[in-house]
């Protein structure tokens, strides 16, 4: 086995050298910097653990070995499936979106290194925090109104930093609701203990709680890290995504795990957001759509209104405002005019999809993507 295993770390070494050997510098898109240093900086790191390993083999029991191998390869595969292919591929779409939100990150004031982007998602948007790179579809780099969402993936991994100096209160802010909704939720189990009721019920109360504090906390901050950045094109945005899709809005698992909170509660929250950010009239027209949509679906069931009481959502949405905006963050209002800003041409796309007709839209949008172009390219 030991030949074998010898044999194993050689390939590893070898792919992990093989995908550095894929980072060519000069980069074509300065942007992309970041990404490749931290794909060369665990791939480095992969490789010493590796021929360490693979000199001193006789000193580690097989099977401690083996463990090893085993997480340098987990490595170097999420490198392989996520960091790399951007930098191997840098199409002219990979750079638009990469100076897109290199300016997002000075407009708002990110007290971070950038995250990256990658558009060949084949799930919509999502992050891979091991290597700090958005994903979005292909088709992103020529539209505007689902853009918003890259502030919500960028809360994923202002969230994945949060313990930093100086995204400290948003750390404390999550201590405080983890607290918040804990404390919620013995006390309506509690009370329910006492009612006497069916033993369905307390299992129910305790999955909400599970599904709080494992997934939606983060979800909730993630949504609203991106209304308080972005303004009412993120909502738009979100209503958007969820008049495509056709989800229950009011979706809520009984018994299992849930990764998002329900499309309704969410909006509930932006609204709460909204108004906080002085969004007064946005946050009537918004309100007046989902309406519609939510007239689709009825009204929720008992457990709904179980799992996402007002007066929670409402808490939590003051909370992290009040930790963003204690953080260096540059929160969007609506008295900033920010004249060129991407978050004035994001929330301006959505103004123009509702006064214009869709001809004329899309017109206006190809216009203002070609500027984009012209100002980063020439």
């Not at 665990?42 to 000193?59: A, H, M, P, R």
Request: aromatic share 14%; glycine share 4%; hydrophobic share 40%.
């Amino acid at each position: 086995m030991s030949s074998y295993l010898q044999s194993v770390i050689c390939e590893e070494v070898e792919r992990a050298k093989f995908l550095k050997n894929q980072i060519v510098f000069p980069l074509i898109y300065p942007e992309l910097s970041g990404l490749a240093n931290r794909c060369v900086s665990i791939l480095d790191v992969q490789i010493i653990s590796l021929e360490n390993l693979s000199k001193n083999l006789e000193n580690y029991v097989e099977k401690s070995a083996w463990r090893l191998v085993r997480a340098a390869h987990r490595k170097i595969e999420m490198t392989e499936q996520w960091g790399i292919p951007p930098l191997y591929l840098q199409t002219k779409e990979i750079g638009l979106l990469n100076k897109l939100i290199f300016d997002i990150c000075k407009e708002i004031n990110l007290p971070l290194e950038h995250p990256s982007v990658a558009c060949f998602s084949t799930q919509y948007y999502y992050t891979a925090t091991f290597v700090d790179v958005i994903f979005l579809p292909l088709s992103e780099s020529a539209f505007l109104l689902h853009l918003p969402d890259i502030y919500h993936e960028m809360g994923h991994y202002v969230s994945k930093n949060k313990n930093q100096t100086k995204l400290q209160m948003i750390g404390n802010a999550y201590l405080e609701v983890c607290d918040i909704v804990t404390e919620y939720f013995v006390d309506y189990l509690l009370k329910k203990q006492r009612e006497r009721g069916p033993e369905a019920t307390l299992l129910k109360i305790q999955n909400f709680r599970f599904n709080w504090q494992k997934n939606w906390i983060e979800e909730v901050f993630c949504d609203l890290f991106a209304v308080f950045l972005v303004g009412p094109a993120y909502a738009w945005s979100h209503i958007h995504l969820v008049t495509k899709n056709n989800p229950n809005i009011y979706e809520v698992s009984l018994f299992g795990n849930q990764e998002h909170p329900s499309d309704e509660a969410r909006m509930q929250i932006l609204l709460i957001a909204l108004k906080i950010l002085g969004y007064d009239d946005e946050c009537s027209k918004i309100k007046k759509e989902w309406n519609k949509i939510r007239n689709q679906w009825g009204e929720p069931s008992l457990e709904f209104n179980y799992a996402y009481p007002y007066e929670l959502l409402e808490r939590i949405t003051h909370l992290f405002f009040k930790s963003i905006k204690s953080s260096p963050f540059k929160i969007m209002s609506s008295s900033n005019g920010e004249k060129g800003s991407v978050r004035k041409l994001l929330n301006d796309a959505w103004e123009n999809f509702w006064n214009l007709n869709p001809k004329e839209f899309r017109q206006w949008e190809i216009e203002k993507i070609g500027e984009l172009n012209k100002g980063y390219f020439g």
